[in-house]
């Protein structure tokens, strides 16, 4: 498989090269890094308030939501460091993914689409995005790529 | 002159713990830049197509163009209506990505800044993470360009 079927495009005024070049190879590891630091806050959230601090949390319904809410906090505190340092990126972003799918299909779908009632616009983005680490694992700048080896 | 690293174009990587996935890794690696792209894009078109052809324009000239604290609102949300409808279009085709990105991202910094900041970060309250979010993701695209899947590079030329 070719890895370049086209070259990359000619800058139309040259001196935006001299821009791009320190930039563009961190565009990837900036989509992965923010959509594993965009997680930690709502880990934090969980584990710290409980159940009761997300309300899509409580929209699920569940007897004893206590347990499950510490069980999401935990995989979205770790999972969303991890998978912004790179670290097992497409383990986490697996788990980040199906946690999103059962959020979606659970509580969201019922809300329509638009984010602010609370929709899968916003869920659809986060799980877009952790396919996409899965898809294409650490990249360049991580520490998958640092120790070597990666799954 | 030093070819510019693209990352959307994956060449190298770390050796996979599981030699059997390699060839899926292979195969989905170079579409995983472009499907970020592609998913961003169709998030926001649904915003543009509610105000240019539902009305959404006047709308947000009533409301959050003018809570923003622009003057002359009308004309600021024919641009963000513009923008968000013909803008995503042409972030999903990867047409013009950069400075298509770079309107957008400033978009989303005073949707973010300027609308959602006094509601806190989660968007179960309103918050700003979502275009936070958005805005992040158009600056990767103006840092990334088009990458492999975009019209930018079928056309050979970039800004």
Redesign the interface.
Known sequence: ?T???????????PI??AI??P?????????RF?TGA?FI??GV?KLSGGAAA???VMALGLADPAPWAGAMGTIELVCGIMLALGLLTRPVALLLAVELLVMIFAVHIHNG?A??S?GI??P???L??C??????????YSL??F????? | ??????????????????PA?AGF?????P???A??RI??AA?IL?GGIEKLFYGGVYRIAAGNVVKAGFSEPLAWAWAVCILEFFGSLMLAAGLLTRPVAVAMAVEMAVITFRIHFGAG????D?GY??A???M??C???A??????YSL????????
Not at chain 1, 147 to 151: A, N, P, Q, V
Request: proline fraction near 7%; hydrophobic fraction near 50%; charged fraction near 15%.
């Open positions: 498989m890895e370049n079927a086209l070259p990359t495009p000619k800058p139309i005024i935006c090269a791009h070049r930039f563009a190879p961190l565009s990837y590891a900036f989509i923010c965009i806050p709502h959230q997300d309300k899509f689409f984010w602010n609370g616009q916003y659809a983005m986060l877009a995005l396919i996409a680490a899965l898809f294409r694992g650490g990249g360049r998958d790529r120790i070597g080896k990666e799954f | 002159m030093t070819a510019i690293i693209d990352e959307t174009c994956p060449s190298d990587g770390a050796k996979p713990i599981i996935l890794y292979r195969c989905a690696g579409f995983s830049y499907f970020v998913v961003t998030l649904p970060f989660f968007w179960a309103h993470e979502f936070l979010m958005l992040l993701m600056l990767a695209f840092a990334g360009g088009g990458g492999r930018d590079r079928l056309i050979g030329w970039e800004f």
